[in-house]
């Protein structure tokens, strides 16, 4: 307990001192049930809370604290039994998320400036368009612990988000604009270890109807000539025909190596739409590196079709049927999978509700119950 008290003190320490802003961007709840490895039926709820504290005048700052949690069930077991500290404290999840100042037209230059340590942007996930730009939200929704409650791997530390992630200790260099947002970022990188170092450049283009965004990269001292990476996200809105969405990239590159099809992320989806309704197709090829470590999912790949109606709006809902088929030869069972999935997602009062039943058609589990695997998520701002 003695990290929770000591983030949370720095935490209202920060908050009392110079007037700052507390706020907290995200909270959600997302719960899971599936058979576990006994064959009983089990519910698993993830908890991501994020906590924000921010202000400055001349300079922007914020200090990012969260609660990540794969499993509030196994937590609150540990915080009950009589001798679960130990348990509790490496259960808790709490943990600096980021600390960051940026300076403003830094020495008179047009140039903003960041130090930052922890978390920093996500490259190619549409999410900087709508904070930066307002844009309406466009990101694809196959992604994040919704469609992939194992994480990658069987790694819950980690989710498919975009195409990489800043993190680390370094440096962030932008140049503001109407229309054209470019960044550099030197750091080091956390996601490989201390005393290996990343740079990365990215830029962003919004158009009333196109939404351009596009990043290159390289870490070292990584195998013998380093390692590069590099991406595009690419939305199209055409009015009223319906849109395209589409992330392509390499996560990892070793030139010293030969490249593989698999070094592939590529997301496909063109989404059509019809009087109130919209078909989505969906084709995502899983890449067999991902934020600077094998995924063990290389030729993993996924087609959905999605038909929906309705609007996620508040005092509105959408409603729709998904059907994916999933293809892993990773795996030593169920290498092939089908699965038809109902959903309904609302927004009542500023919380948001997804709420979605995946029903497994093929192959047809032991027991038969294991068909059933229903997925509620809710989240929220204040």
């Known amino acids: 307990m003695k990290k929770f008290l000591s983030i949370m003190t720095m935490a209202c320490a920060l908050t ?210 380093g390692t590069y990476r590099g991406g595009f996200l690419f939305y199209y809105d055409t009015g009223a025909v319906g849109e395209f969405f589409a992330q392509i990239g390499v996560p990892r590159w070793d030139p010293t190596k030969a490249f593989g099809m698999d070094m592939l992320y590529f997301m496909f989806e063109p989404r059509v739409r019809f009087g109130a309704g919209m078909l989505t197709l969906s084709l995502f090829f899983h890449p067999a590196w991902y934020l600077q470590s094998e995924t063990g999912e290389s030729g993993a790949m996924e087609l959905r079709t999605d038909l929906s109606f309705g609007e996620v709006r508040e005092g509105q809902q959408r409603v729709g049927v998904e059907v994916e088929l999933s293809y892993d030869p990773n795996l030593v069972a169920d290498v092939l999978t089908l699965d038809a999935a109902p959903y309904v997602q609302l927004i009542r009062n500023g919380v948001r509700w997804d709420m979605r039943l995946a029903l497994r058609a093929f192959p047809v589990p032991n027991p038969w119950y294991g068909m059933f695997m229903p997925t509620i998520g809710v989240s929220t701002s204040f």
Not at 116 to 135: E, K
Not at 187 to 196: E, I, M, N, T
Request: include cysteine; charged fraction near 20%; charge should be negative.
């Open 16 to 225: 009392a001192a110079h007037g700052a802003d507390l706020s907290v961007p995200y909270f959600a709840l997302l719960t899971n049930g599936r058979l576990n490895a006994a064959g009983a039926f089990e519910l698993s709820t993830r908890a991501d809370i994020d906590m924000l504290i921010e202000g400055g005048s001349k300079f922007d700052a914020w200090f990012k604290l969260g609660f990540r949690n794969a499993s509030m069930e196994d937590y609150l077991l540990a915080a009950e039994a009589p001798a679960g500290l130990a348990d509790l404290e490496a259960a808790s999840g709490l943990a600096m998320r980021t600390a960051a100042i940026e300076v403003r037209e830094f020495f008179g230059t047009p140039v903003n400036l960041a130090a930052f340590v922890g978390h920093l942007d996500t490259f190619c996930l549409g999410a900087d368009f709508s904070a930066r730009f307002g844009a309406s939200d466009f990101a694809t929704k196959y992604r994040g612990y919704m469609y992939y409650p194992d994480g990658i791997g069987g790694d819950a530390s980690r989710r498919y988000d975009g195409l990489h992630e800043v993190y680390g200790t370094g440096v962030r260099v932008s140049l503001p604009g109407e229309s054209v947002l470019p960044f550099f970022y030197f750091y080091q990188d956390s996601w490989l270890g201390a005393g290996y170092w990343s740079a990365d450049a990215r830029v962003l283009l919004n158009a009333d109807r196109i939404k351009l965004e596009a990043f290159a990269g390289a870490s070292f001292p990584v195998s013998a000539a």
